[in-house]
């Protein structure tokens, strides 16, 4: 059975980069989509972005700017980097399944000095 | 983007009541050539990922039980429970998959009377 687990560093500094990892179990990562979908704390939720195993990529428009969604299919991992973060990207970040058939546990991530 | 709407914000409904939720999507998520609505319902409970409910606006997720069902079409969605459990109350969620950026409802908050 698929499994998804986010991994990264639960405080980032304003200004620089939200690195973080979904590994993914039980599965290949060569099938499917995989999207990152995020939870301001007492907010709902928002797309981040997806992959194709194939390397083609989506980007919300009001974080395209910031965003790079890749690929490991050697280590069946999917990334996200966001860039330049303020307080407002404070949330629980999600990896999922296509348009979330399947989701991670999720993995909060503070912005602050 | 399409925008997502959910009605009501919060519900209130006796255990063993039928509980409904609306969505309404700002465009049309049919897809006319394979005749799909591309709408999903989650349940949100605190500490726990997104549940897929429903996908497709009406088909049931394997494992989820047969109180919940999803219908509509085009543009207008509803998500019923047809007796409410104790272990139902909590934050449902709309998406729309037909386009991106995948969007959600604002989420409706479900209690008990």
């Known amino acids: 059975q698929m499994q998804l687990q986010e991994s990264g560093p639960g405080l980032v500094k304003p200004s620089e980069t939200l690195s973080l990892t979904c590994t993914v179990s039980?599965?290949?990562?060569?099938?499917?989509?995989w999207s990152w979908i995020r939870q301001p704390p007492g907010k709902g939720l928002e797309w981040i972005g997806y992959i194709y195993y194939s390397g083609t990529t989506n980007y919300a428009p009001s974080l395209k700017s910031r965003v790079t969604i890749s690929v490991d299919k050697s280590k069946n991992q999917v990334s996200l980097k966001l860039r330049s973060v303020t307080a407002a990207d404070t949330a629980l970040y999600y990896c999922?399944?296509?348009?979330?058939?399947?989701w991670g546990q999720g993995t909060l991530v503070a912005v602050s000095s | 983007d399409i925008v997502m709407t959910q009605s009501p914000d919060s519900l209130a409904v006796s255990l063993g009541e039928r509980a409904t939720i609306n969505c309404k999507s700002s465009q049309s998520v049919l897809y006319s050539s394979d005749n799909k609505n591309y709408l999903a319902w989650y349940q949100l409970k605190p500490g726990q990922p997104p549940k897929l409910l429903i996908y497709w606006a009406s088909t049931r997720e394997s494992g989820v039980p047969d109180r919940f069902s999803g219908s509509g079409s085009g543009t207008d969605f509803t998500l019923t429970i047809s007796s409410l459990q104790a272990e139902d109350v909590t934050v449902y969620y709309c998406q729309q998959y037909y386009s991106t950026p995948y969007t959600f409802g604002q989420g409706t908050k479900l209690e008990i009377k």
């Open positions: 039980g599965g290949s990562v060569s099938r499917y989509y």
């Open positions: 999922a399944r296509d348009f979330g058939d399947l």
